[in-house]
């Protein structure tokens, strides 16, 4: 979702931000827009602000800003995902109020804004239809020489969230950045600050940071800064060090950052087990459960709580607890768990499994669920983020930046740390030595068997040309593959805007199979586990409506071949494992169907990386 990168130092800011928000193109937008103080000379003397705005992608911004006077070191940049009012230049940030001397970027959403327009702003003159300019306007109303105590004010009247920067022409060494359910990160440089909406733009520059918790407001001068919490108390803030570096935010060599990270499965699968199990007690130990092995005796209920792709995760994670620990587990769609009545107690533990961990449902779910007193952990990707940060402990999950907004290693590698949970829990329990053994045994050749998948990729290709003119899709699975059909027909519709429904094999008859038709391709899973007579017997009755099929098969499984149209084959494993080979098939059938029906494979229309608003 929306992005933003500011800049305060001594170098010029605006390639430090036009290159910043090309970082931040990985979570979504629609528009963009820059604002630097202009200097002459190297002296803020002008004391005027130069704005510009462009819709569509940054190179278009970057273009328009060419010729323009923007010399300085201080600025405010966003990119913008809308929600109030429709893509256009006038609603993109950075906003002003009645006169461009303050601008201000802004990422979530002031719910009470048609209150505060009526309220404060008779008079004012509104241009866009967004929020987060009758802040501008709020603001500027409230200035009276100290950008600090304006912001102040104005936000004591906002009902919302927001992670703002604003920047005032008569102050031209300050910025002033808050947050409240909006992230925000302040990069501290050699003599210079960053302040952005995650840590992706600033890595070039620095890797030390610090991460602004609701209802803290930065005041940024030149070389200085100061934090204040929501009584206005100066605190002191830990500097953190971030592990990932700009390599890792560079394509490499891939056409896209999609593929790249399909392909970086097998080393960060690797990064996600190593250290974390004792192959000798067949076991997994995961300090960051932080609980004693009482407490984890106690717990008797599990909810994995999770959006999109994550959720898919999490029902793997759901078939390993059960299997494995004995301890009956839902999985709750987080925007859904937030508004209903939830039993949880003290013997419940809950996991929020998020890639950003700042996904907005996740969130509030989470806390929730910690308000009714359940045991809190994450299962998080970015390091430092609200998700990690707010949960009584858990686990990195170490996929390292996902950049592309279809989720791919972040997957596997979710599932791979729940299913060390599960274990983790069933060896206190009912799993013994050799299957705890054998479990890790298998888990530790996943990413060699993952290499022998993505060697296929080619010839997945010649599938994806093959049917990518089909309109409609089906992706079946059984047990715990059932939610890797999930994925692999969410992947298929995000980015290739194609069709495509998913369904447990058995469900078929009871309606679906009623869309069975030669123009209706099966993706099915197949594979060699306790499911695969009744997935067979599944297939067999697509095969009789005559809808082509395609199916993910065991290595070996020769049969297959007569009972499809198309078979990739997978290597043989466990079968709680298997989700973490089969999905694979599925992420290069989508990248290559997506990339040749000429799609925006990495950005996708209408999506956001990280959904960081309700
Ligand atoms: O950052 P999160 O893992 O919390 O994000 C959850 C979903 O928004 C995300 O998985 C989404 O479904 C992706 N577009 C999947 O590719």
Redesign the pocket.
Known sequence: MCGIIGYIGNKQALPILINGLRRLEYRGYDSAGIAVIEEEKGVRSKEKIVRVKAIGKIDELAKKVVGKDLIGTIGIAHTRWATHGGVTEVNAHPHTGCTDDLVIVHNGIIENYRELKEKYLAGHEIKSQTDTEILAHLIELFYKGDLLSAVREALSQVRGTYGLVVMHASEPNRLVAARLGSPLVIGVGEGEYYIASDTSPMLAHTRNVIFLDDGEIADIGLNKFEIFNVASEKINKDVNHIDWDEAQAQLSGFPHFMLKEIFAQPTVMQDAVRGRYNLEEGTAHLGGINMTVEEMHKVKRVILL?????SYAAMIGKYAFERLAGISTEVDVASEFRYRDPIIDENTLVFG???????AD?LAALREAKRKGAFVRGIVNVVGSTIARETDGGTYIHAGPELA???TK?YTNMAAVLLLYALQFGRLNRVSLATGQRLLTELRAIPEKMKQILEQSEKIKVLAEKYKNYKDFFFLGRGINFPVALEGS??LK?ISYIHSEAYPGGEMKHGPIALLSPDFPVFAIMTKNQLYDKMRSNVEEIKARKAPIVLIATEGDESAKELANDVIFVPPTMELIEPLLNTLPLQLFAYHTAVLLGRDVDRPRN?AK??TVE
């Not at 999770?306 to 994550?310: K, P």
């Open positions: 999770a959006c999109g792709t994550a499994i998020s890639q950003s961990g700042e996904t996740t907004v279809a989720s972040a969410l992947k995000e999506l990280s959904v």
